[in-house]
C-alpha cells in the first residue's frame, strides 16, 4: 500500500507563495490530486493531473496554483501563488485509484499539511 508524506505547509501573508510536495514510498505515475479541507468545511477538490500529466484546477484557484510532477523522485508539488485568506486550509494529496489516465479518487491520503494564510 503507498504510503503518502504532504510537507511545505506553513504561515504566509495574503498574496505571498508556498510550494506543497507530496512524496510518495511508490512511483506517482499515477493520476493523483491535491484537495484542501477548512474548518468546518467538506473537503474540496483543488487540482488534480493524469497519469499523461494534463492538469484541471478548480476554479476558485486557477491562475494561481500550479501542480506538477517529478517521477524521478516519486514526488509532486503545488506551488500556490498570489495566496488569499480563503486558502488556509489542511492540504491533502491523494493517488489515483486505478493506473488509468483519468483521475479517481482512492483511500490514499497522506496526514495533509496546515496553510494559513493571513496577515
Known amino acids: 500500500q503507498v504510503q503518502l508524506e504532504e510537507s511545505g505547509g506553513g504561515w504566509v501573508q495574503p498574496g505571498g507563495s508556498l510550494r506543497l510536495a507530496c512524496a510518495a514510498s511508490d512511483h506517482v505515475n499515477y493520476a493523483m490530486a491535491w484537495y484542501r479541507q477548512a474548518p468546518g468545511k467538506q473537503r474540496e477538490l483543488v487540482a488534480s493531473i493524469t497519469r499523461g500529466d494534463t492538469t484541471n484546477y478548480a476554479e476558485s484557484v486557477k491562475g494561481r496554483f500550479s501542480l506538477s510532477r517529478d517521477s524521478a523522485k516519486n514526488t509532486i508539488y503545488l506551488k500556490m501563488d498570489r495566496l488569499k485568506p480563503e486558502d488556509t486550509a489542511v492540504y491533502y494529496c491523494?493517488?489515483?485509484?486505478?493506473?488509468?489516465?483519468?483521475?479517481?479518487?482512492?483511500?490514499?491520503w497522506g496526514q495533509g499539511t496546515q496553510v494559513t494564510v493571513s496577515s
Open positions: 491523494n493517488r489515483g485509484q486505478y493506473p488509468t489516465n483519468d483521475y479517481y479518487i482512492s483511500n490514499y
